[in-house]
């Protein structure tokens, strides 16, 4: 272990010296990529009380943590801390309860392909992301002023065969003199769950609105692309829904730059315990003439190469006019996305937010997705490399 870790080390020092990197930074690059993570896996699909007492007790004596990852089958541990003492995985690895422990030489050690949740799967209303194409679809915003357009929206998406509701609550407007949303809108989301049976996704900004959701029955957290690099938010959804059946939809910031890291933001969320992460596209910056931003479809073959997160595409946002929408959605399925999250409206003219531009009516939702369902059959699940 020790030999191969001095191996990759003087590696990457070799290339960050060959390269002419500054010093402070040849430093980072050695660290960086020399980073080993371990997880513990079970012989069962989790640890009894007792043994995870037993385990973090060893881990303690060392310095370091356990952090659990809850799947739907099974549940794995991650070792935080520095983990690399030989001593600690030696004790580990003879309990008779542990099955192995597993080490990934990767930035991102839970999103990693390499990892042990690559096995797990997501569910949202019924649909297991990857077995089928998923679609979220509804209003950029819900007008508090006028809720029977939602609910009518509602029933229109779910008649076009969407499986989940999207309907915006809280608003990250770029001109503070827009309508920033309203609380009261997420009673008219929920109450259109009801009415339709869909579950929802909605975007939360802060803690206070996060907690508002949660406790609403929010059933996909939607991280908007101005707070996909908001640390400290990033924590706080992790921490709140560690260990609940609540999925998170992460869209990708105008600002990222190497892809590493949007999977990074989204290495946040599951480091505090829910693996429920799924991974959106929606338009990067600069902007492509003529598009609201540059179409960021292209990355999907990328993401699932690298990670075993599913990938629902927002082409809304991406291409921003409703006329371009479907064709940047088949792109979409064309590169392997497992889904879809399209902006709706039975009215787009009576919208608000980005409806009156970008939402698609019913009828051209049903069509696209009765076409992108036959691309994704043609085409059949894409599993990376
Ligand atoms: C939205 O989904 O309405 C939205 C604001 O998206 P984004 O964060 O991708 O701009
Ligand atoms: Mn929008």
């Known amino acids: 272990m020790r030999a191969i870790e001095r191996r990759i080390k003087l590696r990457c020092a070799t290339l960050a010296w060959t390269l002419d990197i500054p010093l402070r930074q040849r430093v980072a690059v050695f660290h960086y990529t020399a980073y080993v993570s371990f997880m513990i896996l079970p012989q069962a699909n989790r640890l009894t009380p007792e043994q995870l007492a037993e385990v973090i007790a060893i881990v303690t004596e060392f310095g370091c943590n356990i952090q659990p990852i809850v799947g739907t089958v099974r549940t794995i541990y991650a070792i935080l801390g520095d983990e690399r003492d030989e001593l600690m995985i030696n004790r580990l690895e003879g309990l008779d309860y542990i099955d192995r422990i597993d080490r990934i030489q990767s930035p991102f050690k839970l999103m990693d392909r390499r990892s042990d949740l690559a096995s797990h799967r997501i569910e949202v209303g019924g649909v297991t992301l990857g077995q089928e194409l998923f679609v979220i679809a509804g209003q950029c915003t819900i007008d508090p002023k006028n809720p029977n357009y939602f609910y009518e929206t509602a029933a229109a998406v779910k ?32 109450e259109a769950s009801r009415r339709t049976g869909l579950p929802v996704d909605a975007e939360v900004m802060d803690e206070e609105q996060l907690n508002l959701a949660l406790d609403a029955g929010v059933a996909v957290l939607q991280v908007g692309a101005r707070n996909a690099l908001n640390y400290s938010l990033l924590r706080a959804i992790g921490r709140a829904v560690a260990g609940r059946n609540v999925a998170v939809l992460l869209k990708r910031s105008l600002h990222m730059g190497p892809i590493s890291e949007f999977i990074s933001a989204a290495e946040y969320i599951v480091s505090f315990g829910n693996p429920n992460v799924i991974l959106c596209p929606r338009g990067t910056a600069p902007t492509l003439d003529g598009y609201r931003n540059h179409p960021d479809e292209s990355i999907t073959p990328l993401l699932k190469e690298k990670t075993w997160a599913p990938v629902v595409v927002d082409p809304s946002h991406s291409v921003g006019k409703a006329s371009y929408v479907p064709a940047c959605a088949l792109a979409a399925v064309a590169y392997g996305a497992d889904g879809l999250c399209v902006e709706a409206h039975v009215s787009p003219n009576h919208g608000i937010g980005d409806d009156p531009k970008q939402a698609v009516t019913p009828d051209v939702l049903a069509g696209l997705i009765a076409q992108a369902r036959q691309l994704w059959t043609m085409r059949g699940p894409i599993k990376g490399k």
């Open 159 to 190: 008649e076009a065969g969407a499986h989940a509701l999207r309907g915006g609550v809280w608003k990250p407007r770029s001109n503070p003199y827009s309508f920033q949303g309203d609380a009261k809108s997420l009673d008219i989301l929920m």
